[in-house]
């Protein structure tokens, strides 16, 4: 069995549309709730940290759920469906009441917009871990990574998508002198975006085929056990390889810190330090991000080679002295250096070899049936991070110094380099072709 990298893309366009919508909804509402509606930005800054917060739950909980439907499409295409037309639905009604709200402002406007986008944060969190979990279902174990990679890509494609679309409709000079603007074609671009990404996993992607075709091959290629009993007949984690998923999922949150951290305060940071404009820090965030995707499918193959657990330790460790560096540069120069573009390319190849093999690490410890559940384990301990590293940075730079933002990047990459090393279980390295027979894979 090999990888359908068509096939994988296919299932990709799922977290295409999630990447796209939210690259919408992160630009966008903040605009919404600071200029039609007047919200300060403590109150826009707790409203646009809810979503991190409902995946805290909400994640976990439809991943479990998932795990057990029992449908004719599959255990996660109906989730993916549903979740995906509820939250279109709703996302249109956003702009609709932020122009009735512009032309005839009320109470009863601002809080209906404020319920629409609890259920709009509901609905996508209905089908996120699924999503995800339907790449892991359909590919098998040594090859996860590879899919990861090019999930992780299409990913970034939609993200893309939905900036050319800003790009095109929202130049500065049409919008620079308006009172208020007019955002129901985004929402539309990004809806349609969605419904077309909706119908290919509807009908390219037979969920029920490939996971029966995965666990037909599992069953003839058996690795180590990870299931046993306890005393009262119930399938656990063997304490071994809990403690490797204790461990690993330690790791996760580490460096979430550590490079949230970093993404969030930075502009604010170089402002500060190195007298940076907006733009031109902002610049050296899509560097990083530029890094990452050129090395998502890198970070893959190189895992494919040597296995996960010493590419996202490799990760690490770039990851680790690229903050060092900064730290290093923002003593020795006191204004913006070209050198630091390297730096930030760095951390995105430290980026790439992390987050493309981690989510694998973390379903490769557990039974099939169970993916949902483990995909929102993930994710629950990446979206804790991503809510607590804001707060607990911003509060360094504020009452210790901004020059505490490298170090404490550092520092927590550190950890998570030293909590990896206990990660025993979860590796995967896929049979080494050579010769001509190394060009089967490449369809």
Known sequence: MRLDIKKTIQIGFAFLSICGFWQMYNALIPLILTKTFNMNETVTGVIMAMDNVFALFLLPFFGTVSDKCKNNMG??????????????????????????????????????????????LIAMGSYRSPAVALMADCTIK??????????????????????????????????????????????????????????????????????KAVDEYESKHPEENLIEEDENGNKVLPKDVKRSLVFLLASVSLWFIAYNGLETWFTVYADQVWGMATGSASFCLLIATGGA??????????????????????????????????????????????????????????????????????????????????????????????????????????HVGYKTLFPYATCFAVLAFITMKYVKHGDGVAEVKTGLEAFEDMD
């Open 142 to 211: 040594p090859f996860r990574s590879k899919a990861n990679a090019i999930i992780n890509l299409m990913g970034a494609v939609g993200g893309i998508i939905y900036l050319g679309i800003a790009a095109c409709l929202y130049p500065e000079a049409k919008v620079k002198h308006l009172d208020h603007v007019n955002y129901i074609w985004a929402f539309c671009c990004v809806a349609a975006i969605m419904l077309i990404a909706l119908a290919v996993v509807l009908f390219t992607v037979d969920e029920v085929a490939l996971s």
């Open 293 to 398: 995707i050129i090395f998502f499918i890198p970070s893959g193959i190189v895992a494919s080679k040597i296995g996960r657990k010493k590419t996202i330790l490799i990760g690490v460790a770039i990851l680790a002295a690229a903050f060092f560096s900064g730290f290093i540069i923002t003593l020795l120069i006191h204004s913006f250096s070209p050198i630091l573009y390297a730096i930030f390319v760095s951390i995105g190849i430290g980026w790439a070899f992390i987050n493309v093999n981690s989510l694998p690490m973390v379903v490769e410890m557990c039974k099939g049936s169970d993916i949902g559940k483990f995909t929102g384990y993930y994710y629950t301990f990446s979206m804790a991070a991503q809510i607590v590293t804001p707060i607990v940075a911003g509060w360094l730079l504020s």
């Open 75 to 120: 255990r996660r295409r109906p989730f993916i469906l549903y979740g995906t037309i509820a939250a279109v639905v709703l996302m249109i009604m956003l702009p609709l009441i932020d122009n009735s709200y512009y032309a005839d402002p009320s109470s009863a406007k601002k809080l209906l917009f404020i319920a629409i986008l609890g259920l709009l």
